[in-house]
C-alpha cells in the first residue's frame, strides 16, 4: 500500500494504482461495481438482506470472510447499525439483488473506536459485498390479545 498523509489519499492513491474509477459518497467512502443487476430488488430501509462479503486490508489480507463455499448467507437487517463495519449499512444501500461491488471503507466507516487484536482500527478496509437477498418484513400478520395479561 502506497503511504501518503490522509485515509483520502491513500483511497485515491491505492485506486489509482489498480487503475480503477470509483465513485466516492458524501462519507468518503468509495465504490465501484463488478457485476451489476438493473433488474434486481433494491435494498430498502429494514429489509433483511442477505449477503457473501469479504473484508481485506489494501495489502490484500484477508481479515473476514462469508463466501458460498462456506455455506448460507450472512443475514441482518438493514439500516438500523446492526453490523460492522459501520458502513455496511451504506454499502447495501446503493446495491441491488444479484450485484457485486467493492468498497473502500475509511477507518471512521470500518472498525474506527474498536479495540480487537483481530483488526486494526485505523485500517482502511476493502469490502467486497454480493447481495444474495432482500425480503421486507411486515408485522401487520401479528395478533395481539384483546385482554391483558395477568
Do not use: C
Not at 486490508?57 to 453490523?83: M, T, W
Amino acid at each position: 500500500m502506497v503511504q501518503t498523509s490522509t485515509v483520502e489519499e491513500q483511497i485515491v492513491a491505492w485506486l489509482d494504482s489498480m487503475n480503477i474509477t470509483a465513485t466516492r459518497d458524501d462519507s468518503g467512502i468509495y465504490y465501484y461495481s463488478e457485476v451489476e443487476n438493473p433488474s434486481g430488488a433494491d435494498v430498502v430501509q429494514e429489509s433483511v438482506v442477505a449477503i457473501y462479503y469479504t473484508l481485506q486490508d489494501l495489502d490484500s489480507n484477508i481479515i473476514a470472510s462469508h463466501q458460498r463455499v462456506n455455506g448460507d448467507s450472512l443475514i441482518f437487517k438493514h439500516g438500523v447499525s446492526a453490523v460492522y463495519p459501520i458502513g455496511l449499512d451504506m454499502a447495501v444501500s446503493v446495491m441491488k439483488v444479484g450485484e457485486t461491488y467493492h468498497f473502500l471503507l475509511p477507518p471512521d466507516q470500518a472498525y474506527e473506536g474498536l479495540t480487537s487484536g483481530a483488526i486494526n482500527p485505523k485500517s482502511i478496509i476493502l469490502l467486497t459485498l454480493e447481495v444474495v437477498s432482500v425480503e421486507t418484513v411486515s408485522y401487520t400478520h401479528l395478533t395481539l390479545p384483546t385482554t391483558p395479561y395477568v
